[in-house]
């Protein structure tokens, strides 16, 4: 049976904003006790100890002689020493991006600095050189970039060369920015350093984590987080440790109420192809500032936090009958219900939404005045919102229309999964709108663009979300879209060579989640960059070499209608030769299916973003003469949450193949692997049958 995840993610790091905006952060920062927690009475002030991580350490001669690790061996690399040094309350830097004012008036950036030393002890080794410092924007900007190699002869070889800020596409189709470079002479047996600085944005920066787990092994590691405390907002710090070594000894607090730990051999963290997010499966510690002493029931703590955070929406949602102007000019009084809802969903989406932007700097929004709004009715005024705010708006519209609708707050799935009784009220950043019509529960969220009406983005779904009521306020699950709210079709109308091409026209329609999904992750991206993304998901679903051009202009930018891409494809040598007869192979589509689960044992769960189906329409044209004498057995399978189709015609010498594969679970337990496994290799067997063609006499000679 397929297992839905409960939860969700953790959010992003985040925090403090200046003094001028104290009350915003009282309103904001509820978060309260995880579990274990410190009073931390420190001032403001600058300490007079020396703080932060040194540029590099120096490397021993036991160190430039290793060659191999018992703790590790095998390892390609090892990292022998890593170092976090998280600084929230901030240094004095006029010149950072995220330097704001104080209440001392002195300019202060939060920043985590880190050190990396590396020991390459194989070939394979040698691509840790290839540094990628992954950073979110609107959260953190990385500087100071410092990197030297150190030969086994104890040789320096200094990095002077160019650091570059690069869009990286993850695993699931996301992007996310990092800073990358290359090390100067790698070679098996030197030592690579590196380190470098994230100034925080303040106004991000009220959750962190120590990341313990790394791809290589590490040797030995030292965290410090110094924390935030002001006298206007003394702040609670609460932390949790997950997924530790059985060995690994406690956070401790020190006379300096600076929060530290150190670790030894920690293992080399392995991944495996459609797991759940690698943050969160690895070795960490989760840190969060609460204003709030810590409380140990979590029913009550969460009723506290409802009503709390239902104050704060219904203040912003104000007076529903100011709208009533608005609600007359989007929508007709016969309009049906759901069309009234459309309708006014759309209109929302077409408001600015500035979480979407490019990121501007601190002046730029100064002059844009764009400043947090007070109210619903400010945003539709002045015409541009926060995803947040725009969602908030469309409650207060929905309802304003006579619509019966609820807020939700919640947190998402994409990095972390969320646990209620850990009683972590800052990880609920993601808010929904919730609307009851005619026994049907809709779910939305208008402050995610190029979401559908009716659907939520990937990461709210399949999730706990805390309703909103003055009274008391109740998780509930979010909705679980239905396979075929996520489609991939592909359609190709292709022609078989004499030679054993085939070439001819594709076409791939996207609805649904899978379509809302792509233009999220492209929104920024140009002409260019998706067609290249386009192309190389093509090549990606052929298990051969291909050639692929895109010949369209999709719709990038309207979320009710699908993606559809066309293709001119080439596979050439397709069809191969077998005396008097040609061989094709079925799949032709089955790309991602072809190595899909190898492995015999499993590590971690079976993790998919959302449920889906891949269907293919094909047509194979094939020469004048030849003749079509055997064709594969339909193969047909059902098993819960995973079922697979594929049929073949011979319609007039014309080959026609239908494909459909459907996945209906998000998370699977690893007890299932074998049998799911199993089903995959059925799946490659039936891609890997044949049509068989046979070829007049004539053509076999020639």
């Not at 070939?123 to 959260?139: L, M, Q, S």
């Not at 994409?414 to 709108?433: I, R, T």
Request: charged fraction near 25%; glycine fraction near 6%.
């Amino acid at each position: 049976m397929p297992i839905l995840l409960p939860s969700a993610k953790i959010p992003l790091m985040g925090y403090l904003m200046s003094i001028q905006r104290s009350l915003r952060i009282f309103l904001s920062l509820l978060v309260m006790s995880l579990g274990v927690w410190a009073w931390c009475p420190q001032t403001a002030s600058a300490s007079s100890e020396v703080l932060g991580v040194t540029a590099f350490h120096p490397v021993s001669q036991e160190e430039l002689q290793m060659t191999i690790d018992p703790a590790a061996p095998g390892a390609p690399a090892e990292i022998l020493y890593h170092e976090v040094y998280r600084d929230d309350l901030g240094k004095r830097d006029p010149n950072s991006t995220f330097s704001t004012v104080w209440s001392d008036q002195t300019d202060r950036t939060p920043h985590e600095d880190n050190y990396y030393r590396i020991k390459v002890l194989t070939e394979e080794g040698r691509k840790h050189g290839d540094i990628e410092i992954p950073y979110v924007a609107e959260e953190g900007a990385v500087v100071n970039v410092h990197a030297r190699t150190i030969k086994p002869d104890g040789t320096i070889v200094d990095f002077d060369g160019k650091v570059y800020n690069k869009s990286v596409v993850k695993a699931r189709g996301g992007r996310y920015l990092a800073k990358t470079f290359a090390m100067p002479a790698v070679q098996v047996g030197c030592i690579l350093e590196y380190s470098y600085t994230i100034d925080l944005n303040p106004e991000w920066v009220y959750f962190s984590r120590w990341i313990l787990s790394n791809v290589m092994f590490t040797k030995s590691a030292d965290f410090t987080l110094r924390p935030y405390w002001t006298e206007e907002f003394p702040f609670f710090v609460n932390w949790v440790a997950r997924n530790m070594p059985r060995e690994a000894p406690d956070v401790k607090e020190g006379a300096d109420h600076n929060f530290r730990l150190h670790v030894s051999n920690i293992p080399a963290f392995q991944t495996e192809e459609d797991m759940p997010p690698e943050n969160e499966m690895k070795a960490r510690v989760d840190f969060s500032y609460s204003l709030d002493a810590p409380e140990a029931d979590a029913a009550s703590y969460w009723s506290k936090v409802g009503k709390r955070l239902d104050r704060r929406m219904e203040s912003f949602l104000g007076n529903s009958k100011s709208l009533n102007a608005a609600i007359a000019g989007i929508v007709g009084p016969d309009d049906p219900p759901e069309v009234k809802l459309q309708k006014i969903y759309a209109r929302v989406q077409q408001i600015r939404n500035t979480d979407f932007e490019a990121v501007k700097t601190e002046e730029e929004k100064k002059r844009a005045k764009e400043k947090t709004q007070a109210n619903a009715g400010e945003v539709w005024k002045r015409g541009f919102g926060n995803g947040e705010e725009l969602t908030w708006l469309y409650l207060a519209l929905v309802r304003a229309a006579g619509f019966d609708a609820y807020g939700i707050k919640a947190a998402d799935r994409e990095e972390y999964f969320f646990d209620p009784s850990l009683k972590q009220s800052g990880e609920l950043k993601a808010n929904l709108v919730l609307i009851k019509l005619g026994g049907k529960s809709i779910y939305c969220n208008p402050g995610v663009p190029f979401t559908p009406f009716g659907l939520l983005p990937w990461p709210e779904t399949g999730i706990q979300g805390l309703q909103l009521d003055k009274k008391e306020s109740t998780w509930i699950p979010t909705q679980v879209p239905s396979p075929d709210q996520a489609r991939t079709e592909r359609h190709a109308a292709l022609t078989l060579s004499e030679d054993g091409d085939l070439e001819g026209k594709l076409t791939v329609t996207y609805t649904g989640m899978a379509s809302a999904d792509l233009r999220l992750v492209e929104r920024q991206a140009d002409d260019a960059e998706r067609k290249k993304l386009l192309e190389e998901k093509v090549k990606g679903y052929i298990p051969a070499a291909s050639e692929v051009t895109l010949t369209n202009q999709p719709e990038w930018k309207n979320p009710e209608a699908p993606l559809v891409a066309e293709f001119n494809l080439k596979v050439p040598g397709w069809a191969s030769a077998a005396g008097n007869h040609f061989i094709i192979t079925a799949g032709l589509f089955g790309g991602a299916e072809k190595h899909a689960f190898d492995h015999v044992d499993r590590i971690y769960q079976i993790y998919m973003s959302f449920p889906s189906i891949a269907s293919d329409d094909v047509d194979i044209q094939v020469p004048a003469g030849w003749q079509i004498s055997g064709l594969p057995q339909g193969w047909q399978k059902v098993t819960g949450p995973i079922s697979f189709s594929l049929t073949a015609q011979n319609n007039n010498g014309k080959l026609h193949l239908e494909r459909k594969l459907t996945i209906s679970f998000i998370l699977l337990d690893r007890k299932y692997y074998t049998a799911f496994r199993n089903y995959f290799q059925q799946i490659k067997v039936a891609d890997d049958q044949q049509f068989v063609l046979d070829v007049p006499v004539a053509k076999v000679g020639n």
